[in-house]
């Protein structure tokens, strides 16, 4: 399978022999084979975390009699360019984050690659503001990934250089599963790897994942180390709730905490209580508190119920969370993330263009895997709070196709003297 991703991105690590005049760390002699790789394994266990089995040596010539080999990992990218691995990019996050929630059907690869876009300003001088500090892909079974249909899941896995960092977030109750996919999205370039222990779901809960998790701590610890093992050197991060039927924050999150994930996301909704009451936004803070008391160098971020970027700055000072995971407060705003611009102030023309041009890349990148309906909800959000709004709305909710949208948007536009920049 070969997928689109950045140049920069590692799509395999060769194990090269290098001959040196000082090497601290002879590990075998002669030319390096498969033995010689799982050696090296044993002998620099660290090496474990580049996770890559051996895709064969590089052929530097093989040394002579008795010369002594030193075994390098090398990770290169699609050109077999050595890639500069990038360590753990979180600790680089200025603090509070803010990050894009996973929201599966909505944040898709082409509404990501919108926020990427809209979400970020330029200064005068050039350099960049805004944007998500971190952008999550909805979620994605590993199972299937192994298993199923590998080719239209993996779709769900395209990302531009824009939108990094990019995490991939994964489902299964496979630790084996959840390996591979991990070692599938070091493959494809992300900077990590997520799991969701959160989705109440019944048909993700049927197979033991997502809020199933909960009730299975010893299950997510494995998981959280598979995951590890198949990220090589992506930091692995979990999203959960706070407890399954009832609040179980004083159990679950040192649970959590003992398989050391780089960051929790918090959503502080019980699995029973869905979304249908308000986020406690008191349980984050304990969880905060929890983390602490550990002495845990986890990072907590808090979900819930959060609309706009002034609201996640006042829920980290309530709270003391490292950062806020917004997510439904993204739909129909691709700008929320652009602290430069107001929804308020987004003219009715820009955001229809927007809107279009939205439409448009789902259609390119989606179109033949996704059912065109998906795009009905953007229109809904993206489509109201102005005169003539219901109006075409309600001819957008019929529509079905790209230029059936395009007609009724220009037709709208001009009925009410706006013109629009074709996009
Ligand atoms: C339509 C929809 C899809 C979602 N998909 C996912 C998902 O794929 N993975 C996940 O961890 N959470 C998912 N969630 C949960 C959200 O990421 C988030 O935790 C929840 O919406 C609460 O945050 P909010 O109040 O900011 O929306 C989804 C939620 C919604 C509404």
Redesign the pocket.
């Known amino acids: 399978m070969r997928l689109p991703a950045g140049r920069n991105s590692v799509r395999k690590i060769k194990v090269r022999a290098v001959i040196p005049g000082d090497c601290p760390e002879l590990i075998s002699e002669g030319f390096p084979t498969e033995n010689d790789f799982n050696k090296a394994l044993q002998a620099q266990p660290e090496i474990e975390h580049y996770g890559l089995p051996c895709c064969g040596a590089d052929k530097l010539g093989a040394p002579t009699a008795n010369q002594r080999v030193r075994l390098e990992l090398v990770p290169v990218n699609c050109y077999g360019g050595r890639v500069q691995l990038m360590s753990n990019f979180w600790e680089k996050l200025p603090k509070p984050i803010f990050v894009l ?6 944040t898709d690869s082409a509404f990501r690659r919108v926020i990427a876009k809209y979400g970020k300003f330029t200064r005068p001088d050039g350099s960049k503001g805004g944007g998500p500090d971190v952008i999550w892909t ?2 994605v079974s590993a199972d299937g990934l192994v298993k199923g249909n590998r080719e239209v899941l993996s779709r769900d896995l395209v990302f531009t250089e824009s939108e990094r960092p990019v995490i991939a ?1 994964f489902f299964t109750s496979t630790p084996e599963h959840m390996e591979e996919a991990a070692r599938l999205a070091l493959e494809l370039g992300f900077d990590g790897v997520d799991i ?1 222990m ?2 109440p779901d019944k048909s993700i809960e049927k197979q033991k994942a997502g809020a199933m998790l909960m009730k299975n701590p010893k299950l997510a610890i494995e998981l959280i180390a598979a995951a590890k093992r198949g990220a090589g050197h992506l930091p692995v991060s979990v ?1 959960t709730r706070i407890g399954y039927n009832k609040i179980e924050i004083e159990e679950w999150l040192p649970a959590l905490l003992s398989a050391e994930p780089v960051a929790i996301t918090v ?1 502080g909704r019980t699995r029973k209580e869905m ?1 249908k009451v308000d ?1 406690h936004w008191d349980m984050i803070k304990r969880a905060v508190e929890i983390r602490n008391e550990q002495g845990s160098k986890t990072l907590i971020l808090g ?4 609309k706009t970027i002034e609201e996640a700055k006042e829920r980290v000072v309530e709270s003391g969370v490292d950062g806020v ?5 993204i739909f129909g705003n691709p700008w929320l993330f652009n602290t430069e611009r107001k929804i308020e102030d987004i003219s009715i023309e820009e955001k229809l263009s927007v809107m279009l041009e939205h439409t448009k890349l789902f259609m390119e990148l989606l179109g033949d895997i996704k059912s065109f309906a998906l795009m009905k909800k953007h229109y809904k959000a993206y489509v109201h709070g102005f005169d003539g709004a219901k109006e075409l709305r309600v001819q957008l909710m019929e529509a079905e196709s790209v230029e059936e949208i395009e007609r009724l948007v220009k037709e709208w536009l001009d009925k009410n003297r706006v013109s629009i920049a074709t996009v």
């Open positions: 929630a996973p929201l599966a059907n909505v909805e979620f977030q969701n959160g989705c999203k959503h979304s986020a979900n819930g119920d959060v995971m917004i997510g439904r407060g």
